[in-house]
Nanobody, 129 residues
Framework: QVQLVESGGGLVQPGGSLKLSCTVS????????IGWFRQVPGKEREGVSC????????YYADSVKGRFTISRDNGKNAAYLEMNSLQPEDTAIYYC??????????????????????WGQGTQVTVSS
C-alpha cells in the first residue's frame, strides 16, 4: 500500500516562511518523481514544484520560483517544500504526490494523470495577518 502523508501546514503571516514535509511509504522514493501541488476551492489543482532524482530535473511554477524550494531525502523516503516570502495568494491546501513514470515538468503540468493512490491527504496553509 502506497501512502504519502503531508505535515507542516498552518497559519503564517505575510512574508513568513513554512516548511512542509511529505513522508512516503510503500515505494522507494528514489525511483519516483515527487511533486507538490496546491488547490483552493473552485480552482484547478496547480503544480507548484516537481522533482526527479533519476531525471536530474526540477520544475517550479512561475508563481513560486525564487520563493519556494523543493527537496528530498531519499534515504528517509521523504520530500519537503520550503516556502519563503509567503503571501495571501499562497493560501491553499498543499498536496504531495509521487509519479513512477513521468518527468517533473509533465507531472506538474498535468496533475490529473497522477493516480489517486499516489496522493497525500493534503495540509492547509493559510497566509494571513
Amino acid at each position: 500500500q502506497v501512502q504519502l502523508v503531508e505535515s507542516g501546514g498552518g497559519l503564517v503571516q505575510p512574508g513568513g516562511s513554512l516548511k512542509l514535509s511529505c513522508t512516503v511509504s510503500g515505494i522507494t522514493l528514489h525511483y519516483y518523481a515527487i511533486g507538490w501541488f496546491r488547490q483552493v476551492p473552485g480552482k484547478e489543482r496547480e503544480g507548484v514544484s516537481c522533482d526527479s532524482t533519476l531525471d536530474h530535473s526540477t520544475y517550479y511554477a512561475d508563481s513560486v520560483k525564487g520563493r519556494f524550494t523543493i527537496s528530498r531525502d531519499n534515504g528517509k523516503n521523504a520530500a519537503y517544500l520550503e516556502m519563503n516570502s509567503l503571501q495571501p495568494e499562497d493560501t491553499a491546501i498543499y498536496y504531495c504526490a509521487a509519479d513512477p513514470s513521468r518527468p517533473p515538468q509533465a507531472m506538474c503540468y498535468t496533475p490529473v494523470l497522477v493516480p489517486d493512490g499516489y496522493w497525500g491527504q493534503g495540509t492547509q496553509v493559510t497566509v494571513s495577518s
